[in-house]
Each structure stands twice: as C-alpha cells, then as structure tokens.
C-alpha cells in the first residue's frame, strides 16, 4: 500500500495551512492530554478486589438460580383452573425468573468490567484521514481512464437511451400496483370509489332503527325523556363480518336521545327531521371520527372522549366546544305504521371527518 | 470515673424525655377519644327504634330534604320536585350520600351516608307513597348470575365511553364526571341505570331489558371480584397512566443504568 514507505506519516499533521493565511498561529492550543489515571479502590486494596470478584460470580450464581426458578415457577403456577388469578401467577412469576436472570448477567458483566478488568488507557494511533496527493492524483486518474475506455461520456445517444430505458421500465410497476385497489363490482357498484364510499352509508328511507347490538327494533314511547340509545341500521344488524359489518357499521351508527319539543331550537325546513322530540344524530365525530356518545343529559351536550369536541343537541348538535368543524349530521326519523321508529331517509351529508370532495 | 458513668447527676433531661413526653400524650388523648366514640356509638345503636314506617320516612324527609325538594315533594328554587322519581332513586341517593347534597358544584360528590340503611328505606317509602316511580328490582336481577360476556358487550355499547371500559370511571365536560365502578353495589348499579341520576342518560327497561341489566351488573361485578389478569392495573386508565409509570420509572431506572455503565468506576 502506498502508506507503508512512509512510517512517520501518521505524526505528520493532517492539514497544512497554505501560506497567505491572515493569522499564523505559532503556538497553536495543543488538544487535551489524558487525565491522570486514577487508580480504583479494587486495584490499591486487594480485599475490595476480592469482594469485587465474589460479588461478580454471586451473581451470575443468582442468574443460573433464576433461570431454574423461571422453569419451576412454569410448572408451579399452570394456568389451568379458568381462574384470572392464575393468569395473573404465572406472568409474574416466570417473568420475574427471566427478568432477573437476564438482569444478573448484565450487572455481573458490567461490574466485572468496571470494577476488576484491567483500566489501563491505551493510545491507539491512527492515519490521517486525508489521503496523500499521489494515492489522490492516481484515484481520479482511474476514473478518468474508465470514463474513455467505455466510453460513457461521449457515446450521448446510447447513454440517453439507456436512462429512459431504465426509467420506462419501472413504469409498469406503478399501474399494476394501482389495479389492486378495490373496483366497482356488480354486487358493490361503489367499491371503487372512495368518494362514493364516504358519501353513502346504509340508511335510506324506511330503514328500521334498531338498538346496537341486538338488532330489535324501538318503539318512539321506548324511548324515554333523557335516555340515550344506541342505534344501527335494521339492515347492518344482518350483515356478517366477511361482508363489511364494521366498515358499514363506521359510518351508520347513530345515537337517538329525547328530549322535550320546547327545549329543540329547529329550523323550519329540519322540523319533521325530529319526532316529538326524539333526535337521531350520528355517532361519527366530524373531527377525526371517534363516536361521540357521552350524552350529558341536563346539559344536552355530547362530548367526543378523544379531542373533547362538544355538541349541543338541543341546537342541531352544532359544535360548541373543541376541534370539530362541522356539526354532527342529523339522521331524518318518524315514526311507521307500527310505532317504531324509522329513518325519513338516508343522511343528507356525508358523516365524520372532512375529505377533499366533501364539499 | 465521672467521664466514664452515664449517670445524669447534674440532673440534665435525657434526650428522649421530650419524645416520651409527647407519645404519652398523644396515647392518652387518643385513648380517651376512642373511648369515648365508642361509648357514644353504643349508646345511639340502642336507642335506634326498629321497624321505621312511611310516618317516620316522613318526618324525616320534612326535616332533611324539604328545605330544598319542598314540604310536598313539589320542589323548590334550590331543589327539583321528586314526583316520580320513586324509591330506587331515593334510596340510591341517600344511599351513596350524594343526598343531602351539602354544597352546590358541577357534580353531587358521593360521601358517606348520613342515615341508616332503615331510615333510608323510610325516606324511600314515603317519596313511593306520594308519587309513584321506579322500584326496586327482583332479586335475581341483582344476583350476578347473568351472562358476563353478553353484559360486557352491553357495557361497552352503552357504558364504557363515560365510565371507561374497565369501569374505572372517566372525565365529563366542566367538572362532571362518570365515577368508577369498583365498589359500587348491584343495587346501586341497577338503580342508577334506571332512574339516571344528574347527567347520566336514563336506561329504562326498554331500553335495557331486566335480564340486559342483570348481565351488565353480572359483568360488573366480575370485574370486582377478578383481579386484573396482567397484573398492577394501575387503574386501569389506559395508555395515560401506564405511560406516566413507563416514562417515569422505566426510562428513568433505564437512563440511572446507563449513568452507572459509563461511569468511572472509584
């Protein structure tokens, strides 16, 4: 190598200043010596030492112990009863023996270093990092000599065409992994569109409300001054987990609260949206979209627990506290033939969170 | 020698004269209250009558609870009226010790009861007699026999946004709050279901059938009676309270042990 016929090179100084500098420095600040060593009170007294080094194998002892007590703790402690407290035994017990054991041999091995191991400092030097002007000079030469035996800088077309080449080719790759998006589907004509998706969900008019998770049907006098039910639409309720039940249940779940005519402030055109005082709002935050069901039932607020947005449902749930935007949408309902309550028809706004289409 | 004894002669106070001094002290006066309360407790339990009737409920509601609820159950400025409101809701008020309500504030505070389990009964029945409402409930609803994983769904649908999903309670909006449920009775749950106290909606038995309300107070207190699986809950308040202890004692044992590592050993 072409450092080996150099042997002071590494007490050369890596950087020379070139002469013109404004400031020559003649007794520049020398870099910091090592501290004096500082003998341990293992090396001066031998019985520290020797405690030391009992303490280190005491230890590791302890490690072996734990990890038989780990193993023993496994068979002692069987989760078999069907009681909680057995769970609860056995964690703790095999984990304790793990933990310990693995924790002994770190202290023991970190102790043993510190306190016993040699604490000599040595001094290992070390090349400048610079690279001598020949080594540097024959570098570049290299490159340049690899540049005109390929070729690569004056052959222009066949180095274009080799980019756009390259780059064509990944082009593929992007679509392909575009096609595996969900598509529209005869069964779901609306898979493949996301904005469709969060527009629609699945109330429409004449949806039964039925409670959640049951799936039984209320009657507008079940539903008592002050009372808070958790509602889904009739149709959900049917649908199993490999057809999109909680995809659709994200976005359909509604809360219906009573509370009296005079206390609703409505508009004229959203009057028959409510039924005698019965209010169904959907349960989605427009913030982020966690449901917002602490139903305050003197203050007629709702609080979404995430962000603490809150809603006044006697003021078409309109925000007035917290991050959210927009008011809650409202679910039209009335009453069928039967007295149970069903929706006048689907939400006429898209639930939860903002989206770039939303408007 | 005179430096050798430890003979006070000079007649200097040991130092632990006034110590002792005060611990006598302190074990006199306390012996005497205890005492003394205990004499006092004795005496009232004898002198309690047995058997209140609806008259005594009466009259003990006239002197407690109509300053505010009216002489005639029919309210006041400072007290809603309690028609309707039955004998659970009386019973479950009192009961908790959040009636008599000793100062206004966003929430009743749950307290120590301030009557005895029969003058409650008393108080309940009159409030029943003047303006029926809700009831106590069967038997076999409270008895926690019913289906603990169909009520834990139930109390995580209805429940578990305001009193947490492991019933440790939960913060609601300006100084209110949803208390936790770890010692609270089947009654107590059943009645507060039902009649909806202060801001907690009301689940009446449409809303919630008896045998949904058995299975949520069966859950319930499951949870009471089971320890938590993994060990110290630490409230069981979720990602706040087990990343407080992480942060603090885990980061912090984990930054001492990186100190220790690279210190100089001595």
């Known amino acids: ?359 | 020698m005179a430096r050798e004894t430890k003979r006070r002669s000079n007649g200097r106070r040991s130092p632990w004269a006034a110590a002792a001094l005060i611990g006598i002290g302190l074990l006199i006066t306390g012996g005497a209250y205890a005492g003394a309360s205990a004499a006092m407790a004795a005496g009232t339990d004898t002198a309690v009558a047995s058997g209140l009737t609806v008259d005594d409920g009466k009259k003990l509601f006239q002197a407690n609870c109509a300053t505010c609820h009216g002489l005639n159950l029919e309210g006041s400025t400072t007290g809603p009226s309690l028609y309707g409101v039955g004998e659970l809701a009386v019973e479950f008020q009192v009961s908790t010790g959040r009636m008599p309500l000793q100062a206004t504030a966003p929430q009743a505070p749950q307290k120590p009861a301030q009557f005895t389990e029969e003058q409650i009964l008393a108080m309940a029945a009159y409030v029943q007699s003047q303006a029926p409402g809700p009831t106590f409930p069967s038997e076999q609803t409270l008895d926690g026999e019913g289906d603990v994983a169909r009520g834990a769904e139930l109390f995580r649908v209805n429940c578990a946004m305001c009193h947490n999903v492991a019933a440790a309670g939960g913060a609601l909006t300006e100084g209110k709050y949803a208390p936790a449920l770890g010692t609270t009775s089947a009654l107590h749950m059943y009645g507060a279901m039902v009649t909806g106290p202060q801001n907690m909606p009301v689940f009446n038995d449409l809303t919630l059938t008896t045998e949904d309300k058995r299975d949520i107070i069966s859950a319930l207190l499951f949870l009471q009676q089971n320890e938590s699986p993994g060990g110290f809950s630490l409230g069981s308040l979720g990602p706040v309270s087990e990343g407080l202890f992480i942060w603090i004692f885990g980061i912090g044992g984990l930054i001492a042990i990186t100190v220790w590592i690279t210190a100089k050993s001595n």
């Not at chain 1, 500098?21 to 010596?33: N, Q």
């Not at chain 1, 520290?48 to 193993?71: C, E, G, Q």
């Not at chain 1, 924790?103 to 000599?120: R, V």
């Not at chain 1, 069964?187 to 409300?209: F, H, K």
């Open chain 1, 1 to 359: 190598m072409a450092h080996e016929d150099d042997p002071l090179e590494h007490e050369r100084a890596s950087w020379n200043p070139s002469p013109g500098l404004a400031v020559a420095v003649s007794d520049p600040v020398e870099p910091p010596a090592l501290p004096p060593h500082r003998e341990r009170v293992t090396d001066k007294d031998p019985v520290a030492m020797k405690h030391a080094v009992r303490t280190v194998y005491t230890l590791f002892y302890l490690s072996v112990a734990a990890s038989i007590w780990a193993i023993a703790a496994y068979m002692l402690f069987p989760i078999e009863s069907g009681a909680i407290v057995d769970i609860r035994n056995n964690n703790m017990f095999v984990g304790l023996g793990i933990g310990l054991a693995l924790l002994a041999i770190g202290i023991a091995a970190i102790h043993w270093s510190k306190a016993i191991m040699s604490d000599k400092e040595h001094i290992e030097p070390r090349h400048a990092t610079r690279g001598r002007d020949t080594t540097r000079a024959a570098a570049v030469q290299a490159f340049s000599d690899a540049n005109d035996d390929s070729g690569f800088g004056r052959r222009v077309v066949i180095r274009n065409s080799m980019i756009a080449a390259v780059v064509a080719s990944l082009a593929p790759a992007v679509v392909l992994f575009r096609g595996l998006a969900p598509e529209n589907t005869p069964a779901n004509p609306i898979a493949g569109d996301p904005v469709a998706l969060l527009e629609e969900t699945m109330w429409t008019a004449g949806m039964r409300l039925v409670h959640d998770p049951e799936g039984t049907p209320i009657r507008a006098a079940d539903v008592t001054l002050g009372s808070a039910v958790h509602v889904i639409p009739e149709s959900l309720a049917e649908l199993g987990h490999a057809e999109g039940y909680l995809e659709q249940k994200a976005k359909a779940i509604v809360l219906v609260m009573r509370l009296l005519p005079e206390d609703l402030i409505e508009s004229p055109e959203k009057a028959d949206w409510s039924y005698e005082g019965i209010v169904a709002y959907s349960k989605v935050c427009t913030h982020v979209g966690c449901p917002v069901a602490l139903y305050e039932q003197q203050t007629h607020h709702l609080l979404c627990p995430c962000h603490q947005s809150q809603f006044d449902v006697t003021d078409a749930a309109k925000v007035i506290f917290g991050p959210a935007a927009r008011p809650l949408p409202q679910l039209p309902i009335t009453i069928d033939d039967e007295g149970y309550l069903i929706a006048r028809s689907g939400f006429t706004e898209p639930v939860g969170p903002s989206f770039w289409e939303r408007h």
